[in-house]
């Protein structure tokens, strides 16, 4: 009968745990190998405000620091938006002085540096708005993944702003100069079709099926060896950068690769004709 009591109070904790988090502006969930970061203002189109920006950084390093996390998944509460871009309120408010707007442009350039330097793999799963600030995060991913209501703009043109140069790298690494010029130019909506013909997004799934679909691509990743994978990240990475050449941290990452248990591994499984086991995290 106690243990009974014990239980039905645990299970009660939970759920109030759980209702906590999901008031959350943005919250982090964790399902096996596959965490999700989750924008959570379904209300406002999952806007994202100077908390939320701030709050990035510490999730993505909880999902560096979690040794059975391999892959990071970013969505937005509910099938309208991923996030429709800034939370309108701050302008009035944080954005309205320039020291103000400063300090949430650091805020954003932060949490953009966080998810492109993140060593494990990032997917943007998207579900209609994408546009702004959800657009940055979106490109700062590895994969962008997008239903068939995607909508994408970056529109800082459309408020007299200048989009700053980490993001906008970005968007030139994917598209090319002058899509990323009309992008920026115009502040233009691209609908999904669009977005995946000038390479801003990499897929487009039904609605119905994606969370589905992007699941089934995270374990494809997570079914691989680690190491490859990070490794493959980092020096994509610095060939983006410039490099044309190893690095020495490259080289030393190839190296440590040929000495590892992983290799050998799977080295074995190919001689066995099995699926390799890898155990780095």
């Known amino acids: 009968m106690k243990r009974k009591v014990v239980e039905t109070m645990s299970k009660n904790l939970e759920a109030i745990n759980e209702e906590k988090t999901c008031r959350d502006p943005v919250f982090l969930e964790k399902e096996g190998e596959i965490a999700y970061i989750c924008f959570n203002r379904p209300e406002k189109r999952n806007a994202l405000s100077f908390d939320i920006w701030t709050k990035i950084p510490e999730l993505m390093e909880e999902c560096e620091q979690d040794s059975n996390i391999k892959v990071i998944i970013f969505k937005g509460k509910?099938?309208?938006?991923?996030?429709?871009?800034?939370?309108?309120?701050?302008?009035?408010?944080?954005?309205?002085?320039?020291?103000?707007?400063?300090?949430?442009?650091?805020?954003?350039?932060?949490?953009?540096?966080?998810?492109?330097?993140?060593?494990?793999?990032?997917?943007?799963m998207i579900r209609g708005f994408c546009v702004g600030g959800g657009c940055e995060i979106a490109v700062a991913c590895d994969f962008r993944f997008s239903d068939e209501n995607g909508k994408f703009g970056i529109t800082p043109a459309k408020l007299g702003l200048v989009y700053n140069t980490p993001g906008t790298k970005n968007v030139v690494d994917l598209v090319g100069p002058s899509?990323?010029?009309?992008?920026?130019?115009?502040?233009?909506?691209?609908?999904?079709?669009?977005?995946?013909?000038?390479?801003?997004?990499?897929?487009?799934?039904?609605?119905?099926?994606?969370k589905e679909e992007t699941l089934s691509y995270a374990e494809l990743i997570c079914r691989n060896a680690q190491a490859s994978v990070r490794g493959s990240k980092k020096i994509i990475n610095e060939v983006l950068s410039g490099a044309q050449e190893d690095s020495p941290e490259a080289s030393k990452l190839i190296i440590e690769s040929f000495l590892s248990e992983d290799y050998k591994e799977g080295v074995r499984s190919f001689l066995e004709k099995r699926k390799p086991n890898f155990k780095y995290s």
């Open 78 to 124: 509910g099938s309208v938006a991923f996030s429709a871009g800034a939370d309108i309120d701050e302008f009035k408010t944080l954005r309205y002085t320039a020291e103000g707007a400063e300090k949430y442009n650091e805020a954003t350039m932060i949490a953009e540096k966080a998810i492109m330097n993140a060593s494990k793999p990032t997917i943007a």
């Open 179 to 210: 899509k990323a010029k009309d992008i920026l130019y115009t502040g233009r909506l691209l609908d999904a079709e669009e977005a995946l013909q000038i390479g801003l997004i990499d897929r487009i799934i039904p609605s119905v099926s994606i």
